[in-house]
């Protein structure tokens, strides 16, 4: 492992390296993700069913078991700064992804409680997160050097809501069956990748230079922490996910009062995912039309706006339309978050920066979703208020948002970009 003396060039790549990039993009994401989400609602029921937690218990394990999405920052500075074997992202990717599927093979050998579920998705996150810093910063990179942070960013987030669409069903189905055909699959979408990054991420190597000093390494923080841009994208990815959340009393809701089974919750995020796909169709065409400066504030009426078809959710028909109106509201209310995540990363830092970003919304959603659920369990507040108390919060991000500089917001995907400082 050696330092990288110097950043992937600034010109624009050719139309055929750009669908190349967002090929490896888009099955990195596809892949890795597939296989976080196929296990979580599986997982999740095993806890409340099998180990019979509450619905705090469960938002706490998985709190912890990111632990590691929560100091992103430090995969970020190790791809920004420390080549491995000669790349900056395309050995990280091989090797987290490899390390992954081991991991997945190893939990099948083990017994299944509680304990060993925790250190074990502790550990298959932590090597997620190196995968997911790589291929942050490989779009910051290609999104900076092509104008393109909008659309990557619209790819990223229909790849997500494709992963909905089977990730749903088959998670569901996967919960009635044995733990190990979960663990099976999971392991393949890591292998799986390993032979796509190899054929298909051609990365130019990176010239060796000297290990760096501590003080390096602090230059690179304190630059990064200097940059204005940077600053506003953590305050708007705090207010923005930190109201508190129902998705763990959702669950709990829709197992304990409306008597959905597991194989129907599954297919409903099918649906979300279907609907959430077209909507990131949608934003990738109005990102080069309209200026962050009118989608951001959009997004978050949306935002607000669709959390409250959730009071509505009383049936299993209402259940079934509200997931699919959610799903598609609630992308493209998240979408121009993203975007000003990638605008707001400094250069030369993109995947410490993104990774930082990233960091914060992860730790903040998951908070969120803690909060939520001690007000459920602990407070005894019924579902649909706490509805109310997530959609107010998010309105209030309004107040905030002509507040944000005009280099970030007043410009199109596909427009030259600004230097913000």
Same mark, same amino acid.
């Given at each position: !492992?050696?330092?990288?003396? %110097? ?5 624009? =790549? ?15 994401? @596809? ?100 995968? $997911? ?21 619209? =790819?990223?987030? %229909? /790849? ?31 292998? *799986? &990748? ?19 000093? #501590?003080?390096?390494?602090?230059? =690179? ?7 204005? $841009?940077?600053? #506003? ?6 207010? *923005? ?8 009393? @959702? &669950?709990?809701?829709? =197992? ?8 129907? /919750?599954?297919? !409903?995020? !099918? ?9 990131? &169709? ?19 009426? *949306? ?52 990774? *930082?970003? !990233? ?6 959603? %998951? ?21 109310? @108390? ?8 309004? &107040? ?22």
């Amino acid at each position: !492992m050696t330092t990288a003396a %110097a950043t992937p060039t600034s010109l624009p =790549q050719s139309a055929s390296e750009q669908k190349q990039t967002s090929a490896v993009l888009a099955s990195g994401w @596809l892949l890795t993700w597939l296989a976080i989400n196929i296990c979580t609602l599986p997982i999740n029921l095993y806890l409340k069913n099998k180990l019979h937690l509450g619905a705090e218990a469960v938002a706490f394990f998985n709190l912890v078991i990111g632990f590691a999405s929560y100091v992103k920052p430090i995969a970020g500075l190790f791809s920004d700064n420390l080549t491995l074997l000669g790349t900056r992202r395309k050995h990280y990717l091989l090797f987290s992804t490899f390390v992954g599927g081991l991991c997945w093979l190893l939990l099948a050998l083990l017994p299944k409680t509680y304990n060993t579920l925790l250190v074990m998705q502790t550990i298959t996150i932590a090597v997620f997160v190196v995968a $997911s810093t790589a291929l942050g910063g490989l779009l910051v990179d290609a999104g900076k050097r092509n104008g393109s942070i909008g659309r990557l960013t619209s =790819q990223r987030l %229909a /790849i997500n809501n494709l992963v909905g669409l089977i990730a749903g069903p088959l998670g569901g189905y996967l919960a009635t069956k044995a733990f190990g055909l979960t663990i099976g699959i999971c392991a393949g979408c890591f292998f *799986l &990748l390993v032979p796509l990054v190899a054929l298909f991420l051609h990365e130019p190597p990176v010239a060796d230079a000297p290990a760096p000093s #501590w003080s390096a390494v602090g230059e =690179q923080l304190k630059a990064t922490f200097a940059s204005r $841009s940077l600053w #506003w994208g953590l305050l708007m990815c705090c207010l *923005l996910s930190i109201a508190p959340g129902f998705g763990t009393p @959702l &669950l709990f809701y829709q =197992q304990d009062t409306l008597k959905l089974s597991e194989q129907f /919750i599954g297919n !409903m995020g !099918m649906i979300s995912g279907g609907c959430g796909l077209l909507a990131a &169709l949608l934003y990738s065409r109005l990102c080069s039309r309209l200026s962050l400066r009118r989608l951001l504030p959009l997004g978050i009426i *949306l935002s607000s706006v669709g959390t409250l078809f959730y009071l509505f959710y009383n049936s299993v028909t209402a259940a079934l339309v509200i997931e699919g109106l959610a799903g598609f509201v609630g992308t493209l209310a998240v979408l121009p978050l993203w975007d000003l995540c990638g605008r707001a990363t400094p250069k030369k830092n993109e995947a410490l920066g993104y990774s *930082l970003l !990233m960091s914060v919304l992860n730790l903040t959603a %998951a908070l969120s979703n803690l909060l939520g659920s001690w007000f459920y369990e602990r407070l005894h507040w019924n579902f649909k208020n706490l509805v109310w @108390l997530n959609a107010g919060t998010t309105a209030l991000v309004l &107040l905030i948002v002509p507040l944000i500089p005009a280099a970030l917001m007043d410009r199109r995907d596909g427009e030259l970009e600004e230097r913000v400082k």
